[in-house]
T-cell receptor, first 113, second 112 residues
Framework: KQEVTQIPAALSVPEGENLVLNCSFT??????LQWFRQDPGKGLTSLLL?????REQTSGRLNASLDKSSGRSTLYIAASQPGDSATYLC????????????FGTGTKLQVIP | DVKVTQSSRYLVKRTGEKVFLECVQD?????MFWYRQDPGLGLRLIYF???????EKGDIPEGYSVSREKKERFSLILESASTNQTSMYLC???????????FGSGTRLTVV
């Protein structure tokens, strides 16, 4: 069974800082890995999807990397802004069925103005 | 803009009522999913469907059923709502080929 861990569970940083969120998974035989953000009381918004053949993906100030062999992904946020405050979750396909995913428990980020 | 639409943002229902949560996607995705999200427990899969009229149990199917009569619509049914089904319900869809999930905006259900 795939297990996904996100550390830290919560993070508070001053505006302008660069920061890294971590996602670890136990089974490295994955098809892809997806990062989401969730605002309070809302659904999940997809940020980046990394295919297993890729090492990283970039979108604006966000950069996600994937190291399958070590079972890790990182989400790098450059020049953080108060609007980045949200919970960030990673999602990894479950073993035996790539259309079912296992979600991490998330990192709650607060960016202080 | 592609979308997964959940019919209600907030619902309040009484114990014992039959409750329908509706989800519609416009991306021609084969796969659709229902999750519930609770503080400290994360997202838990209730049911999913990989084709019309097909359904598979997830991790917590007890007390729920689903219906998928058309490709674009996936309904979650609470046969007799109970207070422990108070939660945030999230619908998602995906296509074959590993292109990731798209989520709806969620339905906050309160059972009183």
């Amino acid at each position: 069974k795939q297990e996904v861990t996100q550390i830290p569970a919560a993070l508070s940083v001053p505006e302008g800082e660069n920061l890294v969120l971590n996602c670890s998974f136990t089974d490295s035989a994955i098809y892809n890995l997806q990062w989401f953000r969730q605002d309070p009381g809302k659904g999940l918004t997809s940020l980046l999807l990394i295919q297993s053949s890729q090492r990283e993906q970039t979108s604006g100030r966000l950069n996600a990397s994937l190291d399958k062999s070590s079972g890790r992904s990182t989400l790098y946020i450059a020049a953080s802004q108060p609007g980045d405050s949200a919970t960030y979750l990673c999602a990894v396909p479950s073993v035996g069925g790539y259309q079912k995913v296992t979600f991490g428990t998330g990192t709650k980020l607060q960016v202080i103005p | 803009d592609v979308k997964v639409t959940q019919s209600s943002r907030y619902l309040v229902k009484r114990t014992g009522e039959k409750v329908f949560l509706e989800c519609v996607q416009d991306m021609d995705h084969e796969n659709m999913f229902w999750y519930r999200q609770d503080p400290g427990l994360g997202l838990r899969l209730i049911y999913f469907s990989y084709d019309v009229k097909m359904k598979e149990k997830g991790d917590i199917p007890e007390g729920y059923s689903v219906s998928r009569e058309k490709k674009e619509r996936f309904s979650l049914i609470l046969e007799s709502a109970s207070t422990n089904q108070t939660s945030m319900y999230l619908c998602a869809s995906s296509s074959w080929g590993g292109y990731g999930y798209t989520f709806g905006s969620g339905t906050r259900l309160t059972v009183v």
